[in-house]
Nanobody, 113 residues
């Protein structure tokens, strides 16, 4: 199992970024996929998830209305579109296969004020 995130970077407050997670080594289209983040000095925080067929994304209250999770099962990809970013969104973002210990290496997102 391999999960590889990409798309992080530095963006100004109010800006947007789209993170990608490329999955391999398992049957992607039968698993819920999740996004998490960890800010400096803070615990890991659940961002959201998406069901295996993409029909039921769910989000934490802190990102609801600003972030959108989608997936492309034909490409074994899951995405995190982040809009109206705030400085408090600064963190390392990880994708994870639901209910597993399979995590990507993370991608850094920095939002400047």
């Amino acid at each position: 199992v391999q999960l590889v995130e990409s798309g992080g970077g530095v963006v100004q407050s109010g800006g947007s970024l789209r993170l990608s997670c490329a999955a391999s080594g398992f049957t992607f289209n039968i698993y819920t996929m999740t996004w998490w983040r960890q800010a400096p000095g803070k615990e890991l925080e659940f961002v959201g998830d998406i069901s295996s067929d993409g029909s039921m994304p769910d989000y934490s209250d802190t990102v609801k209305g600003r972030f959108t999770i989608s997936r492309d099962n034909a490409k074994n990809m899951v995405y995190l579109q982040m809009d109206n970013l705030k400085p408090e969104d600064t963190a390392v973002y990880y994708c994870r296969r639901s209910n597993s210990n399979y995590w990507g290496q993370g991608t850094q997102v920095t939002v400047s004020s």
